[in-house]
């Protein structure tokens, strides 16, 4: 059984720092893509970052220079660093895992595995 778990989420005021983690267990053995992904109130879910299974990262612009994707030292495990956080960060933020031996596409669809969520809030 896939499990993704979510951890780190939080309220901080604008300009401060989070950082998410999430621990999969249970994909079966393989190259995968990791991305994380939000979802505001009345907002379709969108990417935020991803990293292939060989480190290559990419962000969607409005986190560039504030958020860093990275793998953890688990298989499959990734953590989200947030910096000079906004207010329009304000989302529940989803882990998701994709089979892929390169790169990574950034379709919410596309991707099979997804953690439960966990809210972030940044207050201005």
């Known amino acids: 059984q896939v499990q993704l778990v979510e951890s780190g989420g939080g309220s901080v005021q604008a300009g401060g720092s989070l950082r998410l983690s999430c621990e999969a267990s249970?994909?079966?053995?393989?190259?995968?893509?990791m991305a994380w992904f939000r979802q505001a109130p009345g907002k379709e879910r969108e990417v935020v970052a991803s990293?292939?299974?060989?480190?290559?990262?990419v962000y969607r612009d409005s986190v560039k220079d504030r958020f860093t994707i990275s793998h953890e030292r688990l298989r499959n495990s990734v953590s989200l660093q947030m910096n000079s956080l906004k207010s329009e960060d304000t989302a529940v933020y989803y882990c998701?895992?994709?089979?892929?031996?390169?790169?990574?596409?950034?379709?919410?669809?596309?991707?099979?595995?997804w953690g439960q969520g966990t809210q972030v809030t940044v207050s201005s």
């Open positions: 998701a895992a994709d089979r892929r031996d390169y790169g990574c596409f950034t379709r919410a669809d596309t991707f099979p595995y």
């Open positions: 249970g994909l079966a053995n393989g190259r995968y893509c």
């Open positions: 990293i292939s299974e060989y480190g290559g990262t």
